[in-house]
């Protein structure tokens, strides 16, 4: 019985945990993750190093692949690189990645 009541705390407090872990990025940590991509991106301004300057990326009315500014969005094109933009889909856990886009969203 005491067993049983074990493992059922353990499946609500795993059950607990995990959306934690899913959403809600820590901008702090984002900001270290981010040092790997201010190589090419200005966090300060919009102005343009190798990539666009990311300041105010989630107040644009668009992104320059005309799509919404949405989380969404900013993870696929994270994922996916491309036109000199490096693909961090293997590079990046997806925890790295929430608190990479919760620092993204303090620009
Ligand atoms: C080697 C240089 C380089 C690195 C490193 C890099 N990027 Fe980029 N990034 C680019 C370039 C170039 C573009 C523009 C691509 C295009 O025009 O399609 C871009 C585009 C973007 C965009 C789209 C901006 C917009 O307004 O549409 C986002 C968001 C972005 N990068 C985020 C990141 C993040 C986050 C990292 C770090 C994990 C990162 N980049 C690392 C070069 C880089």
Redesign the pocket.
Known sequence: MQKFLLIGSGVILAACLLPAAQKGGDPAKGKE??E??S???NADSEEKK???G?KG?FK?AK???GKKPTEEN?RA??NS??????A?DSI?TDEEKNH?IAY?KTL
């Open positions: 993750v981010f790997q991509c190589v090419c991106h190798m990539g666009p990311l990326l644009k992104l320059a692949n900013v094109i994270v690189g491309g036109n000199g933009m490096p961090y990046l990479l993204l």
